[in-house]
């Protein structure tokens, strides 16, 4: 069956971008180092937005030809930010990201307006009028290639890791937003895990950019940012 076309506001800007030429760029990948790994709850805070401007967990997207470091971002019409290229990211039924096993789309993965179902990790959040859904599969939806168990790891230098299996389901379509790519491959944009952690409290803050291959979305890049507390075993 032939996907179907994203929401029509959403793919009017892709469109531009693409009749533009632009092409997909950003920082290079960071090297993970050895460490000691970090099984178990992510455990997601709520993004909100105030005088200061935004904090805990979101979402934004590169526009094609931008960079991680400095946009320019796609601004969601859908946002509850006052800055729209942030959208605020809430824990979803699980309480956040789990290392160690996987967190599933549903099956269907899609409701019949094309919103994701996916509430493990993150609560199903509005973009361009439509709820995209994050989910760590074990065969990557988009590519159908096996993908590896989420794995963070700290070490002096900060968290590195593999979170390939992460993907979204968005419009009756799915986007692999792992780092690396399920092949192992870091195309433009692609870049982490990385983040901090704090060994004494569980505190940390996770961030990593995906850029999107194929597809209406092909050249723009997601960038993700979590923080919260991380639970030793929790699920």
Do not use: C, E
């Amino acid at each position: 069956m032939a996907p179907r076309s994203t929401p029509a506001r959403l793919l009017a800007v892709v469109t531009a971008a693409t009749i533009l030429g632009f092409v997909a760029a950003g920082p290079p990948a960071s090297a993970a180092t050895k460490g000691t790994p970090l099984k178990g709850l992510f455990t997601i805070v709520a993004g909100a937005s105030g005088p200061s401007g935004v904090t805990g967990s979101y979402f934004r997207m590169v526009q094609p030809g931008g960079t991680v470091a400095a946009g320019p971002f796609l601004p969601n019409a859908s946002s509850a930010a006052a800055d729209k290229t942030y959208t605020l990211l809430a824990p979803g039924t699980a309480g956040g990201l789990i290392t160690g096993t996987y967190q599933p789309a549903p099956n269907p993965p899609f409701d019949a307006a094309g919103n994701g179902l996916a509430a493990a990790i993150v609560k199903p959040t509005a973009f361009f009028g439509v709820q995209f859904a994050v989910a760590t599969n074990k065969n990557d939806p988009q590519t159908g290639s096996a993908t590896h168990v989420p794995t963070i790891t700290a070490a002096k230098r900060g968290l590195s890791g593999d979170l390939d299996a992460v993907g979204v389901d968005y419009g009756k379509q799915h986007f692999n937003q792992g780092a690396p790519k399920p092949d192992g491959s870091r195309p433009d944009g692609t870049a982490g895990p990385a983040g901090t952690y704090n060994a004494k409290t569980g505190a940390y803050t996770l961030t990593w950019s995906s850029a999107i291959v194929g597809g209406p979305l092909n050249g723009f890049t997601g960038v993700w940012h979590l923080q919260g507390t991380f639970k030793k075993g929790a699920k």
